[in-house]
């Protein structure tokens, strides 16, 4: 790391982030696009235009069949093409997904800790150095993305995603959830929890946590434009090869394609290319809809033709 961290972090510290909600199923895009709006000063959706929005290929994840859009790789495209390294760090010894592991590897971007305390402390002073930092819990599946916003000699502040104390998503944050259609607004709240009941919570992810540091020069919004069309013809070609593969069945991206080509439509519409942004707006819904391969790739065709 390149980033000066002092011997002793300060007693208390909290990061002024505005904290953006969207559904529940993306906590892994809110939290980062959070902490790429405090580092960055940039919206939502131009994250999400960094992210490369429309790579559509195979992904094999999980071992599963995976294709289409990625989910969470996908903000580490973006913070690459902005300028920054990722880095983790977690108390297990462990190493991320190697299908998911983009600009990293084991030897230069994970860093492991002994204890909770210790891990916990290097924390500290990556906030103290206004380092923001995502961590994982456990939600009712799998591991779900949260953010440290702060902390004192007592609590920890964490944005109200999800109530920490009992599993659930807090209302009315949920409750009416944002447009699918606009970009999601921003708020400054936060829960406050004791120490003891965060290290409860963060301990049964074995304290993995994530944060990013300035490294390189951020691509152009040129070179932006120029991968992403790259991306939105290849996109057609792959979505065709995939339809007329029996092996494939479907794709298993509909809610990160949906969302990711919806903000990826905003932000060319703000730009002024009314039509593309349009048929963008046909991607999504078909996404949203679970439309077949074929659908898909037909709308990918037409929408290749517009750049």
């Known amino acids: 790391m390149k980033t000066s961290l002092s011997e002793i972090p300060a007693e208390s510290k909290t990061l002024d982030l505005n904290i953006f909600y969207t559904s529940p199923v993306v906590c892994y895009l809110s939290t980062r696009a959070s902490m790429a709006n405090y580092l960055e000063n940039i919206s939502y959706d131009k994250f999400v235009w960094y992210s ?4 559509f290929k195979y992904q ?6 995976r294709t289409g859009i990625g989910g969470g790789e996908q903000t580490i495209e973006a913070f690459h093409n902005l300028g920054y390294t990722v880095y983790h760090g977690n108390t ?17 971007n994970y860093i492991f800790f002994k204890t909770q305390k210790e ?17 994982q819990i456990m939600g009712d599946v799998h591991p779900d993305f949260h953010l440290i916003t702060g902390y004192n000699e007592t609590h920890v502040f964490i944005p109200p995603y999800k109530d920490l104390k009992t599993g659930k998503y ?31 919570i963060w301990g049964s992810t074995y304290n993995f946590f994530t944060w990013f540091e ?4 951020k691509k152009t919004d040129e070179e932006m434009f120029e991968i992403n069309k790259q991306d939105a013809i290849k996109a057609a070609e792959n979505s065709i090869k995939f339809a007329k593969n029996p092996i494939m069945g479907s794709y298993t ?5 949906a969302i990711y080509t919806m903000a990826a439509s905003r932000y060319l519409k703000k730009h002024g290319y009314t ?21 898909i790739a037909k709308l990918y065709e037409e929408a290749a033709k517009l750049w």
């Open 52 to 55: 490369r929005p429309f790579e």
């Open 253 to 257: 991206s509909d809610g990160d394609g």
């Open 119 to 135: 891990a916990f402390e290097f924390v500290k002073k990556l906030i103290s150095a206004d380092v923001p930092i995502s961590i």
């Open 275 to 295: 039509e593309l942004a349009e048929k963008y707006v046909e991607i999504a819904m078909a996404y949203k809809n679970k439309k077949s391969y074929s659908e």
């Open 92 to 108: 297990a010894g462990m190493f991320g997904i190697a299908s998911m592991m983009r600009y990293e590897t084991p030897d230069d």
């Open 60 to 65: 094999g994840k999980n071992g599963e069949i």
């Open 214 to 217: 300035k490294t390189h020069e």
């Open 170 to 200: 807090i209302a009315p944050i949920f409750e009416n959830p944002i447009s699918f259609t606009e970009e999601p607004a921003t708020s400054k709240e936060l829960q406050v929890l004791t120490k003891e009941q965060f290290f409860n």
